[in-house]
């Protein structure tokens, strides 16, 4: 197949209008014959890589449900999603596992949907101060022995481990553990210092950016200060709850080449309002908002092509928010020889977005899905 005229996306972050040919499930230079698909208009991206994404349609990767799985493959491919790590929140340390068995059935399985690029283990070895949406009484502190039992029984699908680094051995766990698994410091009341202790010990990124983490001050910066002052990636929810448009923006005019658009979507996302679960809380969706009993914000009810839409309306470049959710976590999952970019010998995962950014196609694999 060759799509022409379309305003492709190239690895230089920039739009132009070029030809490409899907051969063989891969990006190539287009050749004569084959079908053609006029992409006139049309913006040609990389198909989108949500890293962090709790679940969505009434499904959680949590639950170790495999044909819900599938509804939300499907779902997250509609939406311009072609890959996604699979975010485990905290239960039961049996429940946990339980999920890893599970999400790594399903990995092994041929389906139509978005590909499992890993396992995101948002769970347990957090911070009770700042422990957000996650039930206080399953924390506790890293554990190495766990760890690589839940990666066991994933398969080695285990690829991003948060923690909140000012627990009680939670230096050596970095140290140790991140010689096999992305480091995320995650609901935190760390310090400035601590955070960049933090990432001389191995961490790379933080988790949805200032939430549930140390405030930003001018005479202390807290953990934002620490990424800001660092080559710590950050994990960012453009939805406009989680996050207020100005700092998106001003996030992005800073460090774009660091940043992780994530949706942090719960099972709620592509529901409507009502009561649901995360985890073993209760949650009330309404609007944009999902909040626990006392308030606290529970996760996003949006996808990631939502919010990639909202940080554009926010004022953020197309080119940079399509960087974010697409190479920028493709190089944190350690994918970013795949897919990721739209160049030759890629996967052909690709999305045709028109002017207001609807999805008007999306390819995985080179098979049309959309």
Known sequence: MIIKNGNVYSDEFKFQKRNIAIENGRIAEPSRGGEILDAEGLYVIPGLIDQHSHGCLGGDWGDGNVEDMGKMAEYYARNGVTS??????TLKPEDVEAAMRAIKTFGGQKRRGAAVRGINLESMFLSKAK??????????????????????ASGGLLRIVNVAPELEGAMDFIRDMSKRYVISIAHTAADYSTALEAERA???????????????LHRDPGVPGAVF?????????????HVHPAVIRTVFRLMADRVIM?????????LADGEYILGDLPVTVKGKRATLRDG?????????????????SFGVPLEQ?????TLNPARTLGIDDRVGVIANGYEADIVLLDSALNVKGVFIG?????
């Open 84 to 89: 996604v790590a699979a975010t485990v929140t």
């Open 296 to 312: 606290t914000i529970a996760g996003s009810c949006a996808c990631l092509m939502d919010d990639l839409r909202s940080a554009v």
């Open 262 to 270: 994530i949706s942090d979507s719960i099972r709620a996302c592509g």
């Open 366 to 370: 080179g098979e049309r899905i959309v």
């Open 202 to 216: 191995g961490a790379v990124q933080v988790t949805h950016f200032f939430n549930a983490m140390s405030s930003f």
């Open 229 to 241: 002052d660092s080559g710590l990636r950050a994990e960012l929810i453009c939805d406009g709850v």
């Open 321 to 325: 928010a399509v960087r974010a959710a």
């Open 131 to 152: 422990k957000g949406a996650h039930l206080e009484e399953y924390l506790r502190l890293p554990d190495k022995a766990l760890t690589e039992r839940l990666d066991d």
